[in-house]
């Protein structure tokens, strides 16, 4: 039996954050040895996330041990399929993404002379468009640079189910195919996840971080939903570690 779970530590600073980690690690390699059970320590990572300009202002890497043994730091590490990396602009997950995409494209492309346009869409259902949904909540905030990388590939997708050259403007082919392009669908994410949270429909963690406040002017009354102050966080530091467990280190 396997199982995987993660870690997420907060502090002020370095010294503080690898004390109180390596304490917990030890109490978790204790109850690990009481329950005869072990840890994959080659599969054990860790990995500090922040902005570029305070990574690069941190002189020492902390120290992480289990049982004396050195856990090793890595740059990216995937939780959930999702590919996160120590500064959280995605890059290295979009760019596995697109990869992958482009390869189900391809392979709609070399077949589609062989199925019904009805079949093909199912393909491209199946095989393209779960990689633009999967997770897109989290990693649409990505950059503009990043976004319009995943909409060329999508562009390229539609191009290929209607047949199209490769100029064609892709407003028009997700209009005849009845689709939206990814600027679109990640509005509609995140409406449905704020109207969810707002209505009781998500977890309780999640419908914590927003309230309603009421904005009374001289001419009208207007209703505005708010995401919590604190919940807006400055990422500056975070610590990985799977299979064990994602360890993150944030402030």
Same mark, same amino acid.
């Given at each position: 039996?396997?199982?995987?779970?993660?870690?997420?530590?907060?502090?002020?600073?370095?010294?503080?954050?690898?004390?109180?980690?390596?304490?917990? =690690?030890?109490?978790?390699?204790?109850?690990?040895? #009481?329950?005869?059970?072990?840890?994959?320590?080659?599969?054990?990572?860790?990995?500090?996330?922040?902005?570029?300009?305070?990574?690069?202002?941190? /002189?020492?890497?902390?120290?992480?041990? !289990?049982?004396?043994?050195?856990?090793?730091?890595?740059? /990216? #590490?995937?939780?959930?399929?999702?590919?996160?990396?120590?500064?959280?602009?995605?890059?290295?997950?979009?760019?596995?993404?697109?990869?992958?995409?482009?390869?189900?494209?391809? %392979?709609?492309?070399?077949?589609?002379?062989?199925?019904?346009?009805?079949?093909?869409?199912?393909?491209?259902?199946?095989? !393209?468009?779960?990689?633009?949904?999967?997770?897109?909540?989290?990693?649409?905030?990505?950059?503009?640079?990043?976004?319009?990388? !995943?909409?060329?590939?999508?562009?390229? %997708?539609?191009?290929? =189910?209607?047949?199209?050259?490769?100029?064609?403007? #892709?407003?028009?082919?997700?209009?005849?195919?009845?689709?939206?392009?990814?600027?679109?669908?990640?509005?509609?994410?995140?409406? /449905?996840?704020?109207?969810?949270?707002?209505?009781?429909? %998500?977890?309780?963690?999640?419908?914590?971080?927003?309230?309603?406040?009421?904005?009374?002017?001289?001419?009208?009354?207007?209703?505005?939903?708010?995401?919590?102050?604190?919940?807006?966080?400055?990422?500056?530091? #975070?610590?990985?570690?799977?299979?064990?467990?994602?360890?993150?280190?944030? /402030?």
């Amino acid at each position: 039996m396997y199982a995987d779970t993660h870690l997420t530590y907060a502090g002020d600073c370095v010294d503080n954050l690898q004390l109180y980690l390596n304490r917990d =690690l030890d109490n978790v390699h204790d109850w690990l040895r #009481a329950n005869k059970l072990t840890l994959n320590m080659t599969k054990t990572e860790f990995m500090l996330i922040g902005s570029r300009q305070r990574l690069s202002t941190l /002189t020492d890497s902390p120290t992480i041990t !289990i049982n004396d043994n050195p856990v090793s730091q890595v740059t /990216t #590490a995937k939780s959930l399929g999702v590919t996160l990396d120590n500064k959280l602009d995605w890059s290295s997950y979009i760019g596995k993404l697109t990869k992958t995409v482009a390869s189900g494209i391809g %392979a709609i492309k070399r077949i589609r002379h062989l199925v019904r346009q009805a079949s093909l869409h199912l393909i491209h259902q199946a095989l !393209i468009q779960p990689h633009f949904d999967y997770c897109n909540i989290v990693w649409g905030n990505c950059g503009m640079t990043l976004q319009n990388k !995943i909409q060329k590939v999508q562009n390229r %997708a539609a191009r290929v =189910l209607t047949y199209s050259s490769y100029d064609a403007y #892709a407003g028009d082919l997700f209009e005849l195919l009845g689709r939206k392009n990814l600027a679109f669908q990640l509005q509609i994410q995140r409406a /449905t996840m704020v109207y969810k949270s707002l209505h009781g429909l %998500a977890p309780d963690y999640l419908c914590s971080k927003f309230e309603r406040r009421v904005l009374r002017g001289t001419l009208r009354i207007s209703s505005m939903f708010h995401c919590r102050k604190q919940t807006i966080i400055r990422i500056a530091l #975070a610590i990985v570690a799977p299979p064990f467990g994602t360890v993150f280190l944030v /402030t």
